[in-house]
């Protein structure tokens, strides 16, 4: 069974930071696109990273290039978002999601994990 477990998601101030994990299972890792969305309310699910298994190229959405660093640890088969420079406008349930790809980050992914929460305070 494929999943995609989110964690690390909060409270945090303007400026702060957090970093997202996201731990994968049930499919072979290596072989996999996985990537980290964002959906605000009353907004449409954006991607913010995603990362090639095959030969970690990595894109950013423009809003959070130079704040955000999507990171692979193979032996763990886990993918990290490291969030700083947190801006309110950040504030979104974050999804992370897979697709049997060399490089993939859209909406057609293959998998889908639940979302974990960031709010940023102002």
């Known amino acids: 069974e494929v999943q995609l477990q989110a964690s690390g998601g909060g409270l945090v101030q303007h400026g702060g930071s957090l970093r997202l994990s996201c731990a994968a299972s049930?499919?072979?890792?290596?072989?996999?696109?996985i990537g980290w969305f964002r959906q605000a309310p009353g907004k449409e699910r954006e991607g913010v990273s995603c990362?090639?298994?095959?030969?970690?190229?990595?894109q950013y959405a423009e809003s959070v290039k130079g704040r955000f660093t999507i990171s692979s640890d193979t032996a763990k088969n886990t993918v990290y978002l490291q969030m700083n420079s947190l801006k309110p406008e950040d504030t979104a349930v974050y999804y992370c999601?897979?697709?049997?790809?060399?490089?993939?980050?859209?909406?057609?992914?293959?998998?889908w994990g639940k979302g974990t929460l960031v709010t940023v305070s102002s």
């Open positions: 990362i090639s298994r095959s030969d970690g190229y990595t």
């Open positions: 999601a897979a697709v049997l790809a060399k490089f993939k980050c859209d909406y057609t992914m293959d998998y």
């Open positions: 049930g499919f072979p890792f290596d072989r996999y696109a």
